[in-house]
């Protein structure tokens, strides 16, 4: 049990897949054999960067499956700075089964990795966002499947799109990501999806122009300008956006019955406009809820 999940390529496509049909079947059947894959385990919650839907539903993931949940609060841990990663990761690997950690640095979860003995999982980095990546390829699949169809991103090219972006193409999808210059995703990224979308039939696409990602798309997706550190730039980042946030205008340009998707918290009237997120289309809610399926799915298979 001492396989982490740092970010999406951690997984093949069809361990991915495989998360996926757990997650599925998990949330149809609340009460299987699964309930008690972490009987006598324990997780501890490592968060620098606060959160709600992060927390509850890691929290309710451990106990749905008979283990027990602890969370310790930046004062107590101090990662990287009262105490380093590694001291961090070798004491907690004589206490309990995994460590679940929401950061900014990628490498400190990578130290953590390097230094424990017990899976490592990713709550969340400024480089990636892989949980938040399955809850949303389980929404897809819940409304009207993800192979074949088109997933337009439009905004930032942050942790949240270079995850799904990632999973998406694994799964088959035609990806489109538009962003502003200076704001793209990286190229190695980018191959990586590519490499994903050949082996699976999909596809990725990635400019700067968010009619033509939008254009036909079956699910439009968006993200905050501004993520939790960047608050400074937040002027600069809304006029480097203008003509990117997600409304009736740009949504009118995608499949009359196309999903709109949004990982929360939302800025309303910047990245979405209010009439978006809470439209008819709208599965925003539907993605939260499935952040508890898709994570539960994820430990459980940890210990498979």
Not at 63 to 68: H, V
Not at 117 to 126: F, G, Y
Request: negative net charge; aromatic residues 6%.
């Amino acid at each position: 049990m001492a396989r982490s999940f740092l970010q999406v390529a951690d997984f093949s496509a069809s361990e991915l897949s495989a998360v996926l049909d757990a997650a599925q079947a998990q949330k149809a059947s609340p009460e299987g054999a699964h309930r008690r894959a972490w009987a006598g385990r324990t997780a501890f919650l490592i968060f620098q960067k606060p959160s709600l839907r992060t927390r509850v539903s890691f929290e309710l993931a451990v106990r749905r499956l008979g283990g027990e949940a602890l969370y310790l609060s930046p004062p107590e841990v101090g990662l990287g700075e009262r105490e380093p990663a590694a001291d961090v990761a070798r004491v907690l690997a004589r206490f309990g089964d995994a460590i679940i950690c929401r950061t900014f640095e990628q490498a400190l979860l990578e130290e953590l990795a390097a230094h424990a003995d017990l899976p490592v999982i990713n709550a969340l980095s400024d480089w990636e966002h892989p949980c938040q990546a399955l809850a949303d390829l389980l929404t897809i699949r819940e409304h009207g499947g993800a192979a074949g169809r088109t997933l337009a991103y439009v905004g930032d090219g942050n942790n949240v799109a270079r995850s799904l972006m990632i999973c998406a193409a694994g799964e088959g999808m035609r990806v489109r990501v538009a962003s502003p210059p200076g704001y793209e995703l990286d190229a190695a990224s980018i191959e990586a999806a590519q490499a994903r979308a050949a082996a699976s039939g999909g596809s990725v696409e990635v400019g700067g122009d968010p009619a033509a990602a939008v254009d036909g798309a079956d699910v439009v997706y968006t993200d905050t300008w501004t993520s939790m550190g960047q608050e400074a730039e937040a002027k600069l980042r809304v006029e480097a956006f203008e003509g990117f946030q997600v409304n009736a205008e740009l949504l009118a340009l995608a499949r009359p019955e196309a999903l709109v998707m949004h990982c929360l918290p939302a800025h309303r009237g910047e990245e979405i406009s209010d009439a978006a997120l809470e439209g008819e289309q709208s599965v925003v809610f539907d993605q939260a809820e499935n952040r508890l399926h898709a994570q539960q799915a994820l430990l459980w298979r940890l210990v498979q």
